[in-house]
């Protein structure tokens, strides 16, 4: 999986509690990202990163938050405000080689709201 | 906002057969396109990119096309193995129109023995 760990790989908890989604790399990229897969849908933009301190809301940022506070690690916060927190979560990461971004993914993370 | 349809959501092909898989959009060019590979609860992997001012890229059995005017791209695998059984991806780079990568749902790909 190119180099990108996420865990736990399942997730479970109650409506209400928010929770915490590991993502590292070590592929010295700048830019990180996390997406949502729903069945049935294309991947969906929540956040992404492109150098560390500094992160920009993607498509569907409402009820999540994220911090990048090392180039290596980029965490997603699911909160108890996310109405339908239930899926498969995706942490990508990418390098810049002058004109395109190639993105690495990680295993995913499937979570499972009760 | 850019919508992206892929043919269908799942196809069926007999081992040996070439299969096209397409990657239609709505609005604007991208600066570039990607297919990517994704297996049953696994991230996706990478497979080819395409720029806007090429025609066709080719890698081992895979074959990418893009054509503006049409806003279409052609994913094609020739002697297909059931090992090519996955889901394929298309993505269009939309930063340059203040987007950030918009992803098709995807095409589930089942090759038959």
């Known amino acids: 999986d190119g180099g990108i760990t996420q865990s736990p790989k399942y997730l479970f908890r109650k409506e209400g509690q928010n929770v915490t989604l590991s993502c590292e790399q070590n592929?010295?990229?700048?830019?990180m990202y996390w997406y949502r897969q729903d069945p049935g849908q294309g991947l969906r933009l929540i956040y992404y990163s492109q150098i560390v301190n500094d992160f920009q809301k993607g498509d569907i940022a409402e009820g999540y938050s994220v911090s990048r506070e090392k180039k290596e690690s980029f965490p997603l916060t699911v909160t108890s405000a996310q109405k339908n927190p239930t899926a498969f979560y995706l942490c990508?990461?990418?390098?810049?080689?002058?004109?395109?971004?190639?993105?690495?993914f990680g295993p995913g993370t499937r979570l499972t709201v009760t | 906002s850019q919508k992206i349809e892929q043919n269908s959501e799942a196809l069926n092909i007999q081992e040996g057969k070439t299969d096209t898989l397409t990657c239609n959009y709505t609005?604007?060019?991208?600066?570039?396109l990607e297919w990517y590979r994704q297996d049953p609860g696994r991230g996706p992997v990478f497979l080819l990119l395409i720029r806007e001012n090429e025609k066709e890229k080719r890698k081992e059995r895979l074959k990418v096309t893009f054509d503006t005017t049409l806003k279409q791209s052609l994913f094609h695998i020739t002697a297909s193995q059931p090992a090519d059984s996955a889901t394929y991806l298309c993505a269009l780079d939309m930063r340059r129109y203040g987007q950030n990568f918009v992803f098709g749902p995807g095409t589930r790909l089942s090759v038959l023995p």
């Open positions: 609005n604007y060019s991208p600066a570039y």
């Open positions: 990508a990461s990418s390098i810049y080689d002058g004109s395109s971004y190639e993105q690495y």
């Open positions: 592929l010295n990229h700048d830019a």
